[in-house]
């Protein structure tokens, strides 16, 4: 058949032949790839029963979609009525070839092998699809060590009532040549002729398993009888048998696999998967990798193989432990089932399988983990540009998470440079020194703590986009408001990731995205082009100075706030300045904040504060409330009465009843008394401090039961106010100090709030008090 035609393929060389089918290399015209065609001999073409046994194989394997199972492409007939079946070719070997070596296989490629086998079994049981011809002639191996389960000849779905006998008797068929008949592989209950499940595959992987470990079959005989009875009624060699370099726990899973009753084997491919991975050294990590396809994924995991090398021989890779982590907090987080996908990588991959390629841009996310390796990866390469070629307008998006630190020049070709431009979720961190340090599980427990942070922050971005618009595109950051959180000291580390934390959960885009460059002139041209589009900006400073970048005078924190001060001179972004309670030992640091507390807490738009960072937390929590319920006027407005002046008591919830007096004796003067409500939502009562703060005539600041930092913030709000839509300074503020009296409250002082203080025996009209409304009138 060589050069001829099938459709639109072009018949190259046979490959191979059994009972059931010719095997051909051909070229596919249309996509331009190498294909297998099987085709149905001329001699039995003429048997419908064989002829609907031969298509069934296209019906079992087409159903499943996973990289350990051969792909089926088409299926068709010849133009002399010959069924065939286009499938996937493979480039490589079966596993029977590899076994015919003199000595077994290395326990580490057997283990890795049949893990992958159990992976690709996984998927055809979970469509209730039984193989039940597993053998090495029917798996083979790629040149990138990728197993691929062929051959669903005789697979059938549970669901379907089978005759017992023509099962045999189909199995027997597929036997060829000498070999005829040869049942090595089947289970008790095969040989018995009961009835078949999915158990019966795990005996089959078993047997597989246990003549890669040893270099020769558990069951044999002279003849078909003897091997059967063996199988029947007879354990595997004893251990004293068996090759000495495979561990206990290993030969354990073998002999559970083998059992023969069905209740004693392993239940499931998973269930197999997870023993062999807990019980010995030496398995890969394929057990974490996701069942499935790329098309059904809602993350696909892009990564180098170097990435995941472990530190010790038993211990997991990064990329693995990164898997499983983020997995179980993306499902918390979405509340359901999540599948992550992560392909099986080998360390000298070259290029992806088309079919892999062609599915991927049907994930609902692609996540890079950038490192040096990845960079250097064309695999890595090739599924970026892939994914972005193909989900553009998708319901999809592109999330990094950079391990290592990248040159960014040796990320520009890969993705038409769209990975540049995606937000870096940095899983490190450098010291004030400028040494590099990975967030790390074993690397102690800051970076640990720091670890599982990160884990959150790109599971939170990635469940985002579980149930983000469908018209969104793959890289979305022109929707978001963009905030300049600048890059602080280590000792305020944690606080400047609970900023920007917060920030992100609030919609918005958190820059410099990526580390700044430790040189003058670059860190000052970044921090300008980060600072372009900020519509608010965070400082945090701490007692470090910090690190004094290559031809600079001053700190990486110092210079950053110079571009800022710079920037805010001509642009009317929203300013908070942090600065950490404490004596400050080194002068310079001194120096930087009072030029903080001085030359930027003087801006119009800046808020200072000092203290815990709760007090900032609330602060900008305020300041986005403003911004979310900022309306524009509206001119039905009622106006009102301008000769009736309206106090707003600011008062806490536990003084609500002591503000009494105080209300009614406003009321008496002929003003109107706006007090907070406590009954309705969170965000409502925001809403309405700020929008009475817009209205009223006067405000005073009820201190009794709360703590001083709560009047603190309350007067800020008042010095701010022109941030919050009024058009002018509030014209009278006071602090009315009230039981229970203490140290802190007597000594209190205000440059912008007359202080009125209450009688210890009770309110009264004290000389403050009326002076401060005959102010207001």
């Known amino acids: ?116 086998v159990l992976a690709g079994l996984t998927v055809a049981h979970e469509q209730n699809i039984v193989h039940r011809d597993l053998k090495p002639g029917n798996i083979s191996i790629n040149q990138r060590g990728i197993a691929k389960i062929l051959d669903f000849g005789l697979a059938k779905r549970l669901a379907v009532q089978q005759n017992v006998n023509d099962a045999t008797m189909e199995h027997n068929l597929t036997m060829t040549g000498s070999l005829l008949g ?90 197999m998967l997870t023993a062999i991975k807990e019980g010995c050294s030496g398995a890969p990590s394929t057990a974490d990798y996701s069942q499935g396809s790329p098309a059904e994924s809602d993350v696909y995991i892009s990564y180098s193989a170097l990435d995941d090398q472990s530190l010790s021989s038993d211990d997991e890779g990064w990329i693995s432990r990164f898997h499983r982590n983020l997995k179980v907090r993306l499902q918390q987080l979405a509340g359901r089932e999540v599948n992550v996908y992560r392909p099986l990588r080998k360390e000298h991959d070259e290029n992806l399988e088309p079919a892999l390629l062609s599915e991927l841009p049907k994930a609902k996310s692609l996540l890079t983990v950038v490192s040096p390796p990845f960079a250097n990866s064309t695999p890595c390469a090739q599924e970026v540009q892939t994914f972005i070629e193909g989900g553009a307008n998708a319901d999809s998006r592109l999330i990094k998470v950079v391990k290592t630190p990248v040159d960014e020049k040796r990320l520009q070709g890969i993705g038409t440079d769209v990975l ?205 409330t403003s911004l979310r319920n900022a309306t524009p006027e509206d001119s039905d407005k009622p106006t009102k009465d301008e000769n009736i002046r309206m106090v707003y008591l600011i008062c806490d919830s536990v003084d609500e009843d002591a503000t009494e007096s105080l209300e009614n004796f406003l009321f008496q003067q002929g003003l109107e008394v706006s007090l907070p409500d406590f009954d309705c939502p969170q965000d409502e009562v925001s809403q309405l401090h700020l929008q009475t703060l817009c209205e009223c005539d006067a405000v005073i600041i009820f201190y009794g039961g709360v703590r001083k930092s709560w009047v603190d913030i309350k007067l800020r709000d008042t010095l701010k106010a022109a941030g919050y839509g009024r058009t002018t300074p509030i014209p009278q503020v006071a602090v009315y100090i009230a039981p229970p009296f203490d140290k802190r409250k007597e000594r209190f002082k205000s440059h912008h709030a007359a202080i009125v203080q209450e009688p210890a025996d009770g309110f009264s009209e004290t000389k403050e008090l009326l002076s401060f409304v005959e102010n207001i009138q």
């Open 182 to 271: 040869t049942p090595n592989y089947m289970s008790p209950e095969q040989a018995l002729g009961s009835e078949v499940d999915h158990l019966s595959d795990l005996f089959s992987v078993g047997v597989i398993l246990y003549q890669m470990l040893n270099g020769k079959l558990p069951f044999e005989g002279q003849a078909i009888g003897e091997v059967i009875n063996k199988i029947i009624n007879q354990d595997p060699p004893p251990r004293s048998e068996w090759n000495p370099h495979v561990s206990d726990s290993l030969a354990h899973v073998v002999l559970r696999a083998l059992a023969k009753d069905k209740a004693e084997r392993f239940q499931s491919p998973q269930e």
């Open 420 to 624: 540049t431009q995606v937000n870096d979720h940095n899983f490190f961190e450098q010291d004030d020194s400028g040494r590099v340090l990975e967030y790390e599980e074993s690397f102690g427990e800051d970076l640990k703590r720091r670890y599982y942070e990160k884990i959150y922050d790109v599971a939170y971005e990635l469940n985002q986009t579980l149930t983000s618009d469908p018209d969104a595109t793959v890289v979305e950051t022109a929707s978001h408001p963009v905030a300049y959180v600048a890059v602080t000291t280590s000792d305020v580390r944690n606080e400047y990731e609970v900023i920007c934390r917060e920030l992100t959960e609030q919609g918005y885009r958190v820059v410099p995205d990526k580390p700044l460059t430790l040189e003058h002139g670059a860190l000052v041209a970044e921090v300008t082009g980060y600072l372009k589009d900020a519509e608010l900006i965070v400082q945090l400073a701490g007692s470090s100075y910090g690190i004094v970048p290559e031809n600079a005078q001053h700190s990486v924190m110092e210079l950053q706030a110079a571009e800022i001060r710079e920037w805010l001179a001509s642009h009317p972004a929203q300013q908070f300045v942090w600065c950490e309670a404490g004596e400050i030992a080194d002068a310079r640091q001194n120096t930087f904040l009072e030029q903080l507390r001085t030359q930027d807490a003087a801006h119009a738009n800046c808020e200072l504060v000092e203290g815990h960072l709760s007090l900032l937390k609330e602060a900008v929590s305020q300041h986005l």
């Open 1 to 116: 058949m060589t050069d001829q035609k099938i459709a639109h393929f072009t018949v190259t060389e046979m490959l191979g032949a059994g009972a059931m089918g010719e095997v051909y290399l051909a070229h596919d015209s249309k996509l331009g790839r190498a294909v297998a065609i099987k085709v149905l001999p001329q001699n039995l073409c003429q048997d419908e029963h064989l002829r609907k046994r031969f298509l069934q194989e296209a019906q079992s394997a087409s159903a499943l979609n996973h990289p350990n199972v051969c792909t089926i492409y088409e299926v068709g007939e010849t133009e002399t009525q010959q069924p065939y079946l286009c499938m996937e070719y493979i480039d490589g070997e079966t596993l029977e070839a590899k076994l015919q070596a003199p000595n077994p296989l290395p326990i580490e490629e057997t283990v890795d092998i049949i893990c992958q």
